[in-house]
């Protein structure tokens, strides 16, 4: 079964630009859909966004203006940035893979808690 | 966006017994060209990732015990427990996937033992 990991600095300042990268174990990044999603403490789920092998990618909206993703299938990475970022972007961040039917989330990685603060 | 809502927030059920969550969204999210219901329920644990449950609103994914059972269509979906166990303990999230623009959640149902 594929296997995701995050990973990225677990800090990041105010107005600064949030990295993360997942790496894909098990598996390839060819032919899937990868996902980002976030969930502050406590809260409940966001869905960030999602990137096709070939680097398509759509966002959810509210994000959009600030949320870039790509994908290294060389490297069976795939990663995201969040620009401009404040204390509102503090969450576990999740990267996701679709199930091979487009229906839901089924395989997910650990999640990696990014805090943003000074 | 689809808004998704889910009801109740939390329940307390005894083992054994069946815990039903509702979740309602603002829009259909069925396809007639399909005859299939986007709709996800997750199952996510303390300090654990959701791990999917159901798709295409009835659908077990794979190691999915039979006591989960999803049903509804259109607008109006359940997740059933028929008989709950101490490992169910979790919140539960149903997730539209309809909308190729942004997939959006419930805000969760919180399942305990009374």
């Known amino acids: 079964q594929v296997q995701l990991q995050e990973s990225g600095p677990g800090l990041v300042k105010p107005s600064e630009t949030l990295s993360l990268t997942c790496t894909v174990s098990?598996?390839?990044?060819?032919?899937?859909?990868w996902n980002w999603i976030r969930q502050p403490a406590g809260k409940g789920l966001e869905w960030i966004g999602r990137?096709?092998?070939?680097?398509?990618?759509t966002y959810n909206p509210s994000l959009k203006s600030r949320v870039t993703m790509s994908v290294d299938t060389s490297k069976n990475q795939f990663s995201l940035k969040v620009t401009s970022v404040t204390a509102a972007d503090t969450a576990i961040y999740y990267c996701a893979r679709d199930h091979p039917e487009g229906a839901g989330w089924e395989d997910w990685g650990q999640g990696t808690l990014v805090t943003v603060s000074s | 966006d689809i808004v998704m809502t889910q009801s109740p927030d939390s329940l307390a059920v005894s083992l054994g017994e069946r815990a039903t969550i509702n979740c309602k969204s603002s829009?259909?999210?069925?396809?007639?060209?399909?005859?299939?219901?986007?709709l996800a329920w997750y199952q996510q644990k303390p300090g654990q990732p959701p791990k999917l449950l159901i798709y295409?609103?009835?659908t077990r994914a794979s190691g999915v015990p039979d006591r989960f059972s999803g049903s509804g269509s259109g607008t109006d979906f359940t997740l059933t427990i028929s008989s709950l166990q101490a490992e169910d303990v979790a919140v539960y999230y149903c997730?539209?996937?309809?909308?190729?623009?942004?997939?959006?959640f419930g805000q969760g149902t919180k399942v305990e033992i009374k």
């Open positions: 295409w609103a009835s």
């Open positions: 098990g598996g390839s990044t060819s032919s899937y859909y």
């Open positions: 997730q539209q996937y309809y909308s190729t623009l942004s997939a959006t």
């Open positions: 990137i096709y092998t070939d680097g398509r990618t």
């Open positions: 829009q259909s999210i069925s396809y007639s060209s399909n005859n299939k219901d986007y």
